[in-house]
């Protein structure tokens, strides 16, 4: 049990806490700083257009207190995070300054979880115990989306606030507690449409710990009066709002909306299910989650903070896993680890709270149950399914297992691997109780080393950020553009079709000039806001029959801009022109289709057509290229 002061006390709790307040500000220090450093080898964003859509709604705020995306308001998106990081666009002209000081928000936002898991781990724990887990929860891998422009950086520590605010309500369920949960909820909400789940958690958590401690439900509901209240009160309102503005109720769930579609398989939301716990599993180190599912098996245990956290931690976690799971299964098609890693306070806090009481927490029986269950979860994990260029970005714990197979693992074999290595972790999980410390380190060793793996491998966000910028921008200095146009300039940028989207993309966020994008194709993969544009006879851009015209013009090559070449990036084709009036394109292709994906080159039929328009002679280059897998040898 944990030891917690008489009330008035004051000076000798003071007394009590200030190591452990010296010992905290010292992990959540050296986390910022190894977090900086870290995200100084990120060369560029490269989660698109996630990044890019964070970095212009950051600037827009910055710059007029609005949300826009080029220059149109944008609802349904969360926008604590663009807050957040919106004083480095306010502080620094230069977008390279900006982009490093906007990781160092990051880097002292994403540390801060520190603190919410050593108070959460407070109710069970004492605060030797505490600390640790408070540096466990800033070393695991997930730590290193300080480096991208991502929500999960301030989401993270406001899941941690959530639960704690929870779990604080559910000890002492007075009406301030249960406000201050409710406003937990509408930070993180207002942060990632996803903390949807965190509603039903809400609803449920009182039920069930009226139940673990068998109390009669009806009486002791009526303490949570403000609570149900509000909720039922928030549901009306949500549905009388979205009938009054003709919009579905869906829409209150940003990027999650798709997940309420039709068509969606029992079956294959229990098999995502299945898929998303073994990687999770995996991602937190077997013997935490093994841990974590003991203390839910033995519910009734004689600690009240042990019942509190399971009541609280057992529906917000199932939630949020059926929540991601359903939306998996029909839309994203992968294991979306980066939407659950939040939970793994949880698992550590219970992996540390066993060791400490060891049997009397749960008994011996749920701990072997949980690391049986533990043991053989990754078993079902297809890891040639879901070992992609698609972990690199959402899957961190499967990036150890690609390492594995570019050392000659076969991916058939991987399930008895994992197999072996869960049961050797969960096997810790059994250890007498004089070698607990033993695990938490081994835990530590893990994730140190997945880390370094995920950031450094031939498969990393350090390979993957370069290789983004290397398609999008060749040149030294990123903000070329911005350097090359005069001051409070604005440049149009044309996307014709051919050359790399990573062009438009890394151009746009490391220059503040370039505005308006207008789309000479009509479709495009990113689903930003774009003037979709027509070509006359004569070159000229019409927009709804009206010129389109620019003081300054980006665009690749292909399209030969009437004006005068400002600048450009050769090694991927990007010309800066000025026009100062009408923008003419004077070459065009025909028969030439454009990227069918953001990395893809271009390819045609039979016949291709060029044009050029005011030609006075000269040499035109073609390249050709093919692809070996169309023929026989």
Sequence with gaps: ???????????????????????????????????????????????????????????????????????????GLGFVYPIVIAPAWRLFASMPHVYVAAKTINAVVMSLTAVPTYFLARHLLPPRSALVAAALTVTVPSMLYTGM????????????????????????????????????????????????????????????????????????????????????????????????????????????????????????????????????????????????????????????????????????????????????????????????????????????????????????????????????????????RFVTPDAVHDSFALLPWWWLHDRGVAFGSFRWVALGFAAACAALALLPRRYATVVPALVTVYFVGSTVIVESGSHSIRAASRDAREAGIRRADPDWVDRAVTANASVAYVRTGFGSFYTIWENEFFNRSIGSVYNLIGSSVDALPETVVARRADGTLIEDGRIVRAEFVLADESAGVEGKEVARDPAVGAVLYRTEGPIVLLSSVAGLYPNDSPSAPPWSGRTVTYTRLGCSGGTLSVGFASDPGLFQS
């Design 1 to 75: 049990m944990v030891d917690v002061p008489p009330r008035g006390s004051a000076t000798k709790w003071s007394k009590a806490v200030s190591p452990s307040a010296a010992w905290l500000a010292g992990i959540v220090v050296t986390s910022v700083l190894i977090r900086i450093v870290l995200a100084r080898h990120v060369a560029a964003p490269w989660i698109f257009a996630d990044e890019l859509i964070y970095s212009e709604l950051a600037k827009s705020f910055a710059g007029h207190g609005t949300f826009s995306i080029r220059g149109v308001p944008t609802h």
């Design 149 to 384: 422009l991502m929500t999960e950086n301030v989401f993270y520590p406001l899941f941690v606030i959530f639960v704690l605010a929870l779990v604080r309500m559910l000890e002492e369920p007075t009406p301030r507690r249960q406000v201050v949960v409710l406003l937990a909820f509408g930070l993180a909400y207002l942060t990632r449409a996803e903390a949807i789940a965190f509603v039903p958690a809400m609803a449920v958590a009182p039920i069930l710990l009226a139940l673990i401690e068998q109390q009669r439900l009806r009486q002791a509901l009526r303490q949570y009066a403000t609570l149900y209240g509000v909720l039922a009160g928030g549901v009306a309102a949500v549905f009388l709002a979205t009938a009054v503005r003709n919009r579905p109720v869906s829409s209150l769930l940003g990027g999650y909306a798709a997940a309420t579609g039709p068509g969606y398989s029992a079956h294959d939301v229990l098999r995502y299910l299945l898929y998303h716990a073994a990687e999770l599993d995996l991602s937190f180190g077997v013997v935490p989650f093994a841990m974590l599912l003991a203390m839910w098996f033995s519910p009734r245990v004689p600690s009240r903070p042990a019942r509190v956290f399971v009541a609280a931690s057992l529906p917000v976690v199932v939630f949020l896993i059926v929540e991601v799971s359903a939306f998996a299964s029909e839309n994203a098609f992968r294991i979306e680890e980066r939407d659950l890693f939040y939970l793994v306070p949880l698992a550590l806090i219970a992996l540390l709270r066993v060791g400490v009481d060891g049997d009397a927490v749960v008994g011996r029986r749920p701990v072997l149950a949980a690391a049986l269950v533990a043991a053989g979860l990754p078993f079902f994990l297809p890891f040639q």
